[in-house]
Each structure stands twice: as C-alpha cells, then as structure tokens.
C-alpha cells in the first residue's frame, strides 16, 4: 500500500506509537492499579504513614458567592472521578447489549443469572459467619468483582482461553458492578431532598431533548452532566449513579451513515490537486464536511468509550486504589470474623455462586453456555470473579465505620490475591 494512504508520520509519533500501543493493551488498567495499590500499602506502613493518610482528608471545596460545597479528598475522588468509571462501566454494557454477543437472549441470560448468584450466594456466607457480629452491614463488600483486574488477568492468559469466556466474565464484572451501585445507592442515603431530585430529573430529560435536538457538542453534555452530579449528590442519593444512567442514555447510532461518509469522501477525492485548500472556498468547506463525517460515523458510545478508556485505566482507577488501599496493617486484623467473612464471601462464594446458578440456568433451559465455553473454563472464570478490589473497597468505605474498615480491606486484599493466583493457575492449562 502506497505510504500516501496514510497520515505522515513525525518524529513524534515514532515515539508515542509504543505508548499508544501500550495503553491499547487490555492489562494497562491492572497493571497501574496494582503498582498504585501497592504503593499505598507500603506508605501506609511507613514513616510517612500518618501524612499520607491525612493528606486524603484534606478538605477541598467549590466557593462562589453564597454557594460553598467542601469534602475530603477521598470524598471527591470517590464520588466524583469514580462516576467516569461507573460511566464506562455502562457504556459497554449497553455496547454488549446492543451489538455484542448478548444480543442473543439465552446467553445474555446467562450472564444476568450467574451475576446473581455471585452476589447472592457471597452475601449469604458473609452474613451466616458474622450472626451476631459486628459488621453485619458491610455484606455489600463481598458482592462485587473488579473488572480492571479480571480483564488484566485474563489477558496475561492470551490465547489459552477462548473469546466466549472473556465476554462471559466481563458481563458478569458488569451487572454484578450496576448491582452493587444499584446497593450502594440504598445503604448511603439517608434522606432524600426531593427538590435536588426533581432538579435531576429535569437534567436527565434535558440530555435527551439535546439528543433529540441534534446537539453533538460532548462540552455541552459533560456541562450539564456536571450539574446533574450536583444536584443527585444534593438529593442524598449515591451520585456516582449519575454515570451509569448518563451511560446508559449514550446513543448507540450514528449521525453519518456508511453511504453518506463514502459520498462525501468521493467529492473530495473529485477536486483536482492543488494549493487550494485555504480560504473560505468550496474545497476547503467539502473538507471541513469530511472531517466532521469522519467523526460522527463513529456512535457518540463508541466515541466516549476510546476516548474514557485511557484517563480511567491509567489516572482515575489507580488514583482511586492510591487514596483507598491505604491501611496500617495489624496482627489483629487477620484474626477479625470480618476479615475472615470477607475473604471466604469473595474466594468462595463468589465461584459458588456463579457456578451454582449457571448449571440452574442451563438445566432449565432458560440460558444457553456458548460452545467454546467450557466447564472447566467456567470455573476457572469464576474464581477470577472473587477479585473484588475496586467496587469492594468503596462499598468498605461506606460501610465500616473507622474501627472496622481495616478488617474488611485486609480481607478484600487476601481473597483478591488468592482469587488472581488460584484463577491463572487454573486457566494457565490448554485450551478446551
């Protein structure tokens, strides 16, 4: 292929390209989100320990006229940069529903009922060993799997597992992660302020009035997205759901069919060569009309996925670990019921869960298990699935009060690294 077919190519991009190629790489996510969790274990048990700590209940705050909002750091971090993450959550969902595999009923039904079960059945071993005990309100901990470390492990296992289980496992990591929103929205609000909520809604049918209306400008949407999060977090609801519905109102089409984009190409391939590209000439406004259906030939979801996916694997996700995997670690926290609930609900009840459920689904026929998706595959999938980091630690936050959480984070890490070791070693076996 001739070299004019493509983009010119600079010293900067011979640079760049591994960076790009780097990122483009399914474990990029886990990887920054291990080395930043790491990180803040060893700070936490370090001389710098009480500053680096204290330093995520730094207050920060919005002031403007008689207008002043102020929360801790973490607070921001947590419910605010993390609405990104429930944000692209949602998106591939909805791109899952609509043009993936889950189309077909049986098999997305699959998915939906071994989800439940890994959030059912974790819940229930959870709450048996702690009757009685403290901590019986964190049961929301043990129902998540994170999706940036299954995808990161699963993608150190290459080709020796087949495409059926990676989408299997990540729809799992996707409804079990809209359920524990969907959780975390009941056990964090304490009163509702209907006028905020009302607000709200206002802001959810003025995005799709902008749909409806053809604005395509992402800066007006993300304006009032901002507002939206205001007023929800106002309201006393989990703001972070502001992202799974926004997400999921994304539309899936686009503006500029196929036919249309080739069209426009063609006129201006048409024009003769020349320096007539400049100047407010006929050309020059068929190429600014070709760059415009270049973009908006991809859907606006497909658009703010390539565009999300970075700055959340790379920046919010690891900033996220870094501000909340932070703990002093005592002897005393290995020895807890809750530490003890914690793990045997991620490392056991969540296979249990899956498997148990699935076979229900199966058997009755009300799911069909996609060919290349092995039992054996599934069950190494399912142990991956205890991997309940990110969606674990920030259901810990919110429920534990401060003489609890390091119980629950110290279970959370155990079962996480039980559940990665156990599920590669299981899955590092030849393809069936």
């Not at 969790?37 to 008689?66: D, R, Y």
């Not at 959340?312 to 003890?340: Q, R, V």
């Not at 249990?352 to 595959?377: C, V």
């Amino acid at each position: 292929m001739s070299s004019f077919s493509e983009l010119p190519k600079e010293i900067v991009h011979q640079l760049t390209r591994p960076l790009n190629r780097f990122i483009r790489m399914e474990a990029v996510a886990a990887i920054f989100l291990l080395v930043f969790s790491i990180a803040a274990m060893i700070l936490s048990n370090s001389a710098w320990s009480e500053s680096f700590l204290a330093m995520w209940k730094l207050p920060i705050g919005i002031h403007v006229g008689s207008f002043n909002v102020s929360h801790p750091a973490r607070y921001w971090i947590n419910e605010g940069l993390m609405t990104f993450f429930f944000f692209l959550i949602a998106l591939e969902l909805k791109r899952e529903l609509i043009f993936g595999e889950l189309r077909n009923f049986r098999i997305a039904v699959l998915s939906v009922v071994a989800a439940l079960g890994g959030m059912l059945i974790p819940i229930i071993i959870y709450l048996i060993i702690l009757s009685g005990e403290q901590g019986q309100n964190g049961w929301g901990t043990v129902m998540s799997t994170d999706t940036a470390f299954l995808v990161g492990c699963l993608a150190l296992l290459g080709k020796r597992i087949s495409h059926s289980l990676r989408l299997f496992m990540l729809s799992i990591a996707i409804v079990d992660d809209i359920g524990a929103i969907i959780i975390v929205a009941i056990i964090s609000t304490q009163s509702v302020n209907w006028l905020f909520l009302g607000l709200s809604l206002i802001g959810f049918i003025t995005i799709y009035l902008m749909g409806k209306l053809g604005i395509r400008n992402l800066a007006v949407y993300f304006f009032v997205g901002v507002l939206i999060w205001f007023a929800i977090n106002a309201s006393g609801f989990q703001a972070t759901i502001t992202g799974v519905i926004l997400g999921l109102m994304t539309p899936t089409t686009t503006w500029v069919s196929d036919q249309r984009l080739h069209a426009i190409l063609e006129r201006v391939v048409a024009y003769p060569k020349g320096d007539h590209w400049s100047g407010d000439t006929e050309d020059r406004k068929a190429l600014r009309m070709a760059e415009t259906a270049a973009r908006e030939a991809i859907s606006p979801l497909e658009r703010l996925e390539m565009m999300l996916h970075p700055w959340i694997g790379c920046f919010i996700m690891p900033l996220f670990a870094l501000a909340n995997a932070g703990i002093t670690i005592k002897f005393s926290d290995f020895t807890s019921w809750i530490t003890a609930a914690t793990f045997l609900g991620l490392a056991f009840g969540k296979p249990i869960g899956i498997l148990s459920f699935s076979w229900l689904a199966i058997s009755t026929g009300i799911a069909k298990r996609p060919e290349e998706l092995s039992w054996r595959l599934m069950i190494g999938g399912s142990v991956l699935a205890g991997i309940g980091f990110t969606m674990s630690l920030f259901i810990a936050e919110l429920s534990f009060n401060p003489e609890l959480i390091n119980h629950a984070k110290v279970g959370i890490f155990l079962a996480s690294i039980f559940c990665a070791l156990t599920g590669i070693f299981l899955l590092s076996f030849k393809r069936i």
